[in-house]
């Protein structure tokens, strides 16, 4: 049989509300035409993110009722360690509330003036973190990887000839840290392979530094290295989960991706030191080790969250949802991030809107022109979130993150049709401006007008 269905069933229902063009418009103008300022009830198919946003499960929901509010030692906390230490082989598992203060905690004791962190490709936080601790972030991902037709199966991969270079360039005392985000979010969702990391982590101890993983989609990733590595097929993506984070001295994680959980982040560290300076910043800002700013049922739902992420049976409908969309808007011309990644398609919309130049922000213009056709909260991954003063960012995409097990093929096939119909009259999009912007990070408030 062909059909991979979704491999569970829905217990819980939660209405969504149609719309008219008409409120749309409006929404749309009262929002400063940044789709981070609507209210959600204005959206039908929120593919905002996949953060936090999935559907968690009846065992799940069980164990929220089962959560030990303790302040201290509670039962859910040792839960939720013993599963994590199961699946990443870790000693010291701190839990956070979400994957940034991981990364504001990371970079507090790692970063700061003078100092140098590589990345595959930083994510929006984890750059703006970095950046915050004084320190600069430096992409490194394979060439093929800015390349939205290459379809190298691992274009996430941190290419080892740019790290060393920078290596060489700048000093290894000036490299706390050297990350790779698994997968690579802002390079298209696209996975690294095992070879990879072994290949940057021995580059690593050339140069006696450690090697982090932002491990935010590591399921994902490992599903990824099952399927398209050689060798690999065989083995179970537990083992192959277990590799990659036996190759790594530490790593952050955001629960609300491979967590399946609506809030939640991991600190993980092999280094006793590093560990303790991390859980004295940790009770300073998050909480006490045992809970670091979350309630105990939450801990209780990442326990069992992990735990889900690993079936195969998940992974397989996951990623098979996520591709279907991809390999349909490539069958009718529209340019994507090929090929399609983890958690989201990544649509080229320098391709799509090629009347509008990068300094009119095509990807901002698509959004835009997406929610007001159809309701489809979509996010720009471009020159709004990367770009730097009069320099564009290497790519202008549109991001259609798939929330974990909350939509359903005929939401997927809807999705489809709206974006074919707007590619259809793709002339009739108009590019934005900036009219108001904060410093740091500003995609998430910034404000618009259309030209
Ligand atoms: C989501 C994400 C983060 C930040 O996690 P939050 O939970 O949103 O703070 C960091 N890195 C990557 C790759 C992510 O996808």
Redesign the pocket.
């Given at each position: 049989m062909k059909t991979i269905i979704e491999p569970f069933r829905i217990k819980v229902v939660e209405p969504i509300r149609m719309t008219t063009r008409q409120e749309r418009e409006q929404a749309l103008r009262e929002a400063g035409f940044n789709v981070f300022l609507l209210k959600a009830e204005d959206v039908l198919i929120d593919l905002l993110?996949d953060?936090?946003t999935g559907a968690m499960s009846s065992e799940q929901w069980a164990g929220m009722m089962r959560g030990d509010e303790s302040y201290a030692g509670a039962r859910s906390f040792f839960r939720f360690q013993q599963r994590l230490r199961d699946i990443t082989g870790f000693e010291h598992i701190l839990p956070t509330h979400?994957?940034?203060?991981?990364?504001r905690i990371l970079f507090e004791i790692v970063g700061g003036p003078g100092k140098v962190v590589p990345n595959n490709n930083h994510?929006d936080?984890?750059r703006a973190n970095v950046e915050h601790s004084g320190a600069e972030a430096v992409d490194l991902v394979i060439d093929e990887g800015k390349d939205p037709k290459s379809r190298h199966p691992f274009k996430g991969n941190l290419d080892p000839k740019k790290l060393d270079a920078l290596f060489k360039d700048v000093g290894a005392h000036r490299i706390p840290v050297v990350m790779v985000?698994v997968?690579?979010?802002?390079g298209g969702g696209q996975p690294v392979s095992l070879q990879n990391l072994r290949d940057v982590r021995a580059l690593c101890d050339r140069y006696d530094t450690p090697m982090f993983l932002?491990a935010?989609?590591f399921a994902e990733n490992a599903f990824f290295i099952k399927k398209r590595e050689p060798g690999q097929g065989d083995r179970s993506v537990s083992a192959i989960v277990r590799d990659m984070f036996d190759l790594a001295h530490g790593a952050?994680i955001?629960?609300?991706?491979d967590g399946i959980v609506n809030i939640g982040?991991v600190l993980l560290f092999r280094d006793e030191e590093l560990n303790r300076q991390a859980r004295n910043l940790l009770i300073l800002t998050e909480g006490f080790p045992t809970y670091g700013g979350l309630a105990g049922r939450d801990l209780e739902a990442m326990a069992q969250g992990f735990e889900e992420v690993l079936h195969e049976d998940y992974l397989t409908y996951r990623i098979r949802s996520v591709e279907y969309l991809g390999e349909k808007l490539l069958e009718r011309g529209i340019q994507i991030v090929e090929p399609p990644g983890g958690h989201a398609i990544y649509i080229d919309a320098a391709s799509f809107c090629p009347h509008i130049p990068p300094g009119q922000f095509p990807g901002q213009a698509l959004v835009c022109a997406l929610f007001r056709h159809a309701g489809i909260r979509t996010v720009e991954i471009g020159s709004v979130m990367f770009g730097r003063g009069d320099r564009p960012a290497d790519m202008e995409l549109v991001r259609l993150a798939i929330p974990r097990r909350v939509y359903t093929q005929s939401h997927i096939d809807y999705v489809l049709e709206a974006i074919v119909e707007v590619y259809a009259e793709r002339d009739r999009i108009r590019g934005v401006r900036i009219v108001d912007e904060p410093p740091a990070l500003r995609h998430f408030t910034a404000r618009f007008e259309e030209l």
């Open positions: 993110t953060s936090g979400q994957g940034r203060a991981s990364e994510f936080t984890t985000t997968t690579n979010n802002s932002d935010c989609r952050t955001s629960a609300k991706k982040g």
